[in-house]
Each structure stands twice: as C-alpha cells, then as structure tokens.
C-alpha cells in the first residue's frame, strides 16, 4: 500500500511540477487560496469562503474574505495568516517541489496554516510533520520564485 501511495505521489509530483505557477502564491485564477479567507481557518476553525467584494491584493494574489473584520485582521499582519509555502503543498515542498493543494486538506501547527495535495499525501504529511516542516523550511526559499 505504500509503495502504491509512494508511486502515485512521484506520478502526481511530475504533473504537478509541469502545472505549478511561478508565483510565490498558490493561486488559480488569481485567487489565493481557491477564494478562501485564510483567517477563518485561524478563528472559524474550517475552511469559509470569501467574498469577492472583500478582497485585498498582496503578493500578485486577490485574497478574499468572509467579513470586513477578517479583511482587516489579515491586512494588520498578512504574514500570520498566509500559509505556508503560499499555498502549495506542504508535503511537496518537503520533497522538493511545488504542486497545488486542495483547499479541504488544512492543517495548521505551531499558529501556521498548511496545506496538501490531497488527504493521501495529507496523511503522509502529518506522519512526520516536525520533520517535513523543518525540510520545505529549508527548501522554499530556493523553490518559491521557481516554476
């Protein structure tokens, strides 16, 4: 079974790297994080969608929000709230390499929001989190400018 998920994930690590943005930030159509306001996974404890008429432009990405409050705890200090790796999968930035995430996959550790690919990978992630954390903390800054 592992060595399924394994293989799997090294197929998916190739699409994924040919589909990965070159932006620092994870998002589609222009929408950090799908359109979800990354405060509510801090406060609301589960993924909320923002609105389009609470958005902020940070980083060459529109982040939107479910209230003008969140709106305006994000702008007070963006850093706190924005995941990790902006957005992409935190399991493969361990490995290496940057690949989009599925919004529903949402950890958050030590006060940081993380995302994966999928709950598979999600369940390979949070095997070792300590770990793979201090790896794609290594990694990112040598990835996030990278296709």
Sequence with gaps: MKRTILIAFIAFLGIAQARAQKSEIFAPGGKAIKGYDPVAF????KPVKGSDSLS??????????????????????PDKYTPQYGGYCAYGLSQGH?????TDTWTVVNDKLYFNYNSKVKELWVKDQPSLIKTAD????GIKDNN
């Design 98 to 102: 940057k690949a989009p995430t599925q």
């Design 56 to 77: 902020y432009q940070w980083k060459q990405a529109t982040w939107l929000f479910a209230s003008r409050k969140n709106l305006e705890t994000f702008k007070s200090d």
């Design 42 to 45: 801090f406060t609301e404890s």
């Design 138 to 141: 290594e990694k990112w800054p």
